[in-house]
């Protein structure tokens, strides 16, 4: 049993402080797999103690052992043993109907401020470099690709054979994608940017990314704190809805999906 099921079994036998750990736990899991337990109190505001005491009375060792669940959860996906009938009867579907849940948080929780301050600094910037690293890439790829389309001078930062970032000054802007497990490429290449004086934004599943200190403006997807696979629809419907803000904004809805390119017109 994974460390969100222990949490739920036990929660209504908690005290008020150990209760208050467990909330926190099941609504940022990241918290707890990249803090130790002395950050984490302090982040909750209640004794370190009470870390170590949460740790056992939800059925752990210690916190060292949930804090590799947390890990081991976080790395594995959405799991088919945890589906109720109707999802154990068709799997598929158990699995699009959790994603569908995922994205349904995004919609009423995602910072629209925060979303519309991207749309204005991607329109505005001269040139755009986007970054991910390992499973961020394909997102990265996707959302240059797209954009690409709408704006001159969109670049894809390729770790195989890009040096680092270059162009200096705040008229050029470097978008990443950083999740957990935080790859050290792309924060060495925000520092890069910052540097730089570029204007850097941010695309991450944790206000505590450790990229998050380098940015100029985060973008954090409620419903991708969860495990690598289940990010990618989350992700790929904030790029959707950035994508098409952002070619409404420099007058190029039209050149959103370019049909002269294709066999099919």
Not at 114 to 142: D, L, N
Not at 163 to 181: E, N, Q
Not at 214 to 219: E, I, Y
Request: proline share 5%; aromatic share 8%.
């Amino acid at each position: 049993m994974a460390y969100r099921e222990k949490t739920m079994q036990s929660f209504e036998s908690l005290t008020p402080g150990l209760k208050k750990v467990g909330e926190a736990l099941i609504a940022n899991p990241i918290l707890f797999a990249t803090k130790p337990a002395r950050q984490i109190a302090e982040v909750l505001g209640v004794g370190e103690t009470m870390i170590v005491r949460f740790s056992k009375a939800v059925g752990f060792g210690g916190f060292g052992d949930l804090q590799k669940d947390v890990r081991k959860t976080l790395m594995a996906g959405p799991s088919l043993v945890g589906m109720d009938d109707e999802g154990r009867t068709n799997s598929f579907a158990g699995v699009i109907k959790s994603d569908i849940q995922n994205l349904q948080r995004t919609s009423e929780e995602l910072d629209a401020e925060s979303a519309q301050m991207f749309v204005e600094t991607i329109a505005e910037a001269k040139t755009m470099q986007v970054v991910g690293y390992y499973q961020s890439f394909p997102f990265a790829h996707w959302f240059a690709f797209l954009l690409n389309t709408i704006k001159e001078d969109v670049s894809l930062f390729r770790p195989e054979t890009d040096i680092g970032i270059t162009k200096k000054g705040p008229a050029h802007c470097v978008l990443i994608f950083s999740y957990y497990r935080y790859a050290l490429g792309t924060i060495r290449l925000a520092e890069e940017a910052k540097a730089n004086g570029n204007r850097v934004l941010v695309i991450t599943d944790s206000s505590l990314s450790p990229v998050v200190p380098h940015a100029d403006r985060v973008l954090v997807l409620p419903g991708a704190e969860k495990s690598a696979i289940e990010k990618g629809p989350v992700t790929l419907s904030v790029m959707n809805a950035l994508l098409l803000h952002i070619a409404e904004r420099v007058g190029k809805l039209d050149f959103i999906n370019p049909a002269n390119q294709y066999f099919i017109q």
